[in-house]
């Protein structure tokens, strides 16, 4: 029994460390000579346009199976996220990914075409992984601005899978 418990623990610190190593690289890739910026990471909260959270959960087909993270600066009056993700158990997906601009009220629209924002997509390869950059004007009174990454749902309104940014990062 002890053998399989150091086993385990071994299998999960492996899993760990190659995960963190893995994640790490794609990062850090993200930055080539840039300077400054932020790091945000992504995770799987629906937001309204305003960055609150919604009051209700979609049904969504599965869990969360993704992790990411965006670099936000800003070039002159454009702002900028590289964003990168990792999806290993769903290679080939396409995800929409969105730039928006805050503050901005929760009434307001946020999706593609709405003033103060910018959508590109994101396809993951073979290997799980998937990167996108995408660029906006930066408009009058915009303080910062947060990401989110949506897969289509073919069923709903609702993504079948999202990711936003933790925190609005400042421009």
């Given at each position: 029994?002890?053998?399989?418990?150091?086993?385990?623990?071994?299998?999960?610190?492996?899993?760990?460390?190659?995960?963190?190593?893995?994640?790490?690289?794609?990062?850090?890739?993200?930055?080539?000579?840039?300077?400054?910026?932020?790091?945000?990471?992504?995770?799987?909260?629906?937001?309204?346009?305003?960055?609150?959270?919604?009051?209700?959960?979609?049904?969504?087909?599965?869990?969360?199976?993704?992790?990411?993270?965006?670099?936000?600066h800003k070039s002159g009056s454009t702002v900028?996220?590289?964003?990168?993700?990792?999806?290993?158990?769903?290679?080939?997906?396409?995800?929409?990914?969105?730039?928006?601009?805050?503050?901005?009220?929760?009434?307001?629209?946020?999706?593609?075409?709405?003033?103060?924002?910018?959508?590109?997509?994101?396809?993951?390869?073979?290997s799980g992984r998937g990167n996108a950059t995408i660029r906006d004007?930066?408009?009058?009174?915009?303080?910062?601005?947060?990401?989110?990454?949506?897969?289509?749902?073919?069923?709903?309104?609702?993504?079948?899978?999202?990711?936003?940014?933790?925190?609005?990062?400042?421009?």
């Amino acid at each position: 029994m002890r053998a399989l418990t150091r086993l385990g623990v071994s299998a999960a610190a492996i899993t760990l460390s190659t995960s963190s190593a893995m994640f790490g690289a794609n990062t850090a890739a993200a930055s080539p000579g840039s300077s400054g910026g932020t790091i945000v990471a992504l995770r799987s909260a629906l937001r309204q346009c305003d960055f609150s959270r919604t009051n209700y959960a979609p049904a969504v087909p599965q869990p969360p199976l993704g992790t990411g993270s965006a670099l936000i600066h800003k070039s002159g009056s454009t702002v900028v996220a590289e964003v990168n993700m990792v999806n290993s158990a769903e290679p080939g997906m396409h995800f929409d990914v969105g730039l928006i601009q805050e503050p901005r009220p929760a009434s307001s629209g946020c999706g593609p075409g709405s003033p103060g924002t910018a959508f590109t997509g994101l396809d993951i390869d073979g290997s799980g992984r998937g990167n996108a950059t995408i660029r906006d004007t930066i408009r009058p009174g915009t303080t910062g601005v947060w990401v989110i990454i949506e897969r289509p749902n073919e069923h709903s309104q609702d993504p079948a899978e999202f990711y936003t940014s933790e925190f609005v990062a400042p421009v």
